[in-house]
């Protein structure tokens, strides 16, 4: 898959999951931020003692935004794998 095609793909999966479009190569750094920012309003939320919804709510957020992250992670490396075994097959022929 060329880096288009990979950069193709990323994109309709974050309109399809109506996320707002950001650049690839922008997503997991957005990620990290917003996981800092729930990160510390949930501490907030504790340390208010805040009603039991809203606090399992962030953490059901972070939960999400890592299992993102790790698909993220898993889309770049299958990405680099294939680009590095379409190196090794070229170098072959």
């Given amino acids: 898959m060329s880096e288009k095609d990979w950069a193709q793909r ?6 399809d999951a109506r ?7 922008e997503f997991p750094q957005r ?8 990160i510390g309003h949930l501490g907030e939320l504790l340390q208010k ?5 809203e606090p399992r709510a962030v953490a059901h957020a ?4 890592r299992r ?3 698909r993220l992670r898993a889309g770049a490396e299958l990405h680099k794998s294939v680009q ?3 190196s090794e097959i070229a170098s072959k022929e």
């Fill in 68 to 70: 993102l992250e790790a």
């Fill in 62 to 65: 972070l939960g999400t935004l």
């Fill in 10 to 15: 990323v994109r309709k999966s974050l309109a």
């Fill in 49 to 53: 003692h805040a009603s039991f919804h």
């Fill in 19 to 25: 996320l707002v479009e950001i650049e690839p190569g």
């Fill in 31 to 38: 990620i990290r931020e917003v996981k800092q920012v729930a």
């Fill in 84 to 86: 590095g075994g379409d």
